[in-house]
């Protein structure tokens, strides 16, 4: 039997920040046929928020140090302002949004991230193999779209602040086994670039041998990395097809002919 | 075939805003045994963050008046804030919970209220008879517990403010056909007083026109009145209880034999 189609989309960047951006993005996220997942994170919403109550972001290596007011702040902002505001225009496109995070129906259980060489705060990382899949297949045969925030929660009572990159990667491969899964990274850039400077430098397609290759050269640095170790960990985990495109590319890379955005191959 | 149990239960006022309060009245939600739904707003946590980021709370006649600020501040606490942290505190009692807001697989359509004698902003009306029960339902059955805030949202994108004590009214009367319903609102005094400022003077048990002759005398007056048109209305519209108390009470008043709070009687 053919498996049923299921995008999984995660939307970063400024996208989420330009009211007039993420209405346009919603509108192409609700024109995609068939099921679909969106994830998102927060990024300079949450950055001014913290500021306007006098609270100073601190990130490390690409991530944001959560420490408890930092906590309070994401969870209000990704889970309350953004992920409501996102399903409520979804609905506005008759697409049947509901919004999620981590502790609800216990979709995505974490642990705070030990302290290593940084103390990430109120970071969480996912529990493998303990995602509620069949819950979110039941909501998705429901005829609902999960529009899940990167807020998850320790089981004991506690918040935690995910990497929205790692829980749309980790989500993508748990479905991998039912569904014909697409992860599609959506941000503000056309995708991976050999100079992060140059549009024009778009690498089209690119393998785990490319991507080692990339990096030694230093052409790949950063934020890019851990998206790249996130994409590549879906491929390798039976995600079929993994892209990285412009926000505003997201309904031409999936109907259109021509190529759009960086394809991982594995 | 006798009907299913579902406790319909608001919980508002300090006990939201007081983090040992909150764990405790969330173990005793979860101990009820059955179906049962939660519904809250937010209260002072909404407006000490407002003052936080230099927003002055309007409130008139006893409702928040909600500039396009104030929405985004309550759609933060209400939605986001309290409401993960509630449903993380359910998960660690293993209690299944859900949040839902309004815009949530649309289950609380709404419509933004006219301008009359007072320009309440952004304040939201529910349809009637649009709230998705049957989906309630199915979430029900799937041993799901919703959690539900008051942000709800007008199906053209925008998020609106709605009084909890109306939500749950409308939710329990919306029920009544499908289940034996039960509506508890919790909050901070034991029950309707005949003297606001005695404990003692607590009203047992109150019947419609009881409630227009307290009103005639000037016994209650304020933040109670919309509360308790909320009440009555949800025991004209087939709510087998409706009760009012304490919320450190919710527990004895279902399973002790001894009376507790303010019941309404038809």
């Known amino acids: 039997m053919k498996m049923k189609n299921l995008f999984i989309i995660k939307v970063g960047g400024n996208v989420i920040d330009e009211p007039e951006s993420l209405k346009k993005f919603l509108l192409d996220f609700s024109h995609i046929r ?25 990130i490390v290596k690409g991530r944001r140090v959560t420490n408890e007011e930092t906590l309070k702040v994401v969870t209000m902002v990704y889970a309350g302002l953004i992920n409501k505001n996102v399903v409520a225009m979804l609905q506005a ?54 529009v899940i925030s990167s807020i998850t929660h320790d089981g004991k009572g506690n918040l935690l602040n995910t990497n929205a990159d790692t829980i749309a990667s980790e989500l993508a491969s748990a479905f991998a086994s039912n569904y014909y ?23 089209s397609s690119m393998s785990q041998d490319d991507y080692e290759e990339y990096k030694k050269q230093g052409k790949i640095l950063d934020g890019m990395i ?41």
């Not at 068939?34 to 601190?58: C, D, F, M």
């Not at 981590?102 to 969480?124: C, L, Q, S, T, W």
């Not at 899964?181 to 778009?202: A, H, M, P, R, T």
């Open 181 to 203: 899964v697409q992860l599609i990274y959506c941000f503000d850039k056309k995708g991976v670039l050999k100079d992060v400077n140059d549009e024009k430098s778009l690498i």
């Open 34 to 58: 068939g099921n679909k997942i969106l994830i998102h994170g927060g990024g300079k919403t949450a950055t001014g928020i913290s500021q306007r109550l006098g609270i100073e972001p601190v």
């Open 226 to 266: 851990p998206k790249l170790d996130n994409a590549f960990d879906a491929i390798n985990k039976g995600v079929k097809k993994v892209k990285i495109c412009n926000a505003t590319q997201l309904l031409n890379l999936i109907n259109s002919p021509e190529h759009i955005g960086t394809e991982l191959i594995s």
């Open 93 to 146: 496109n008759n697409c049947n949004g509901i919004g999620l995070s981590g502790p609800d129906a216990n979709i995505i259980p974490a642990i705070k991230r030990e302290k290593g060489e940084v103390d990430y705060g109120f970071a969480g990382d996912i529990v493998k193999n303990q995602m509620k899949v069949p819950l979110l297949r039941t909501f998705i045969e429901l005829g609902l779209t999960p």
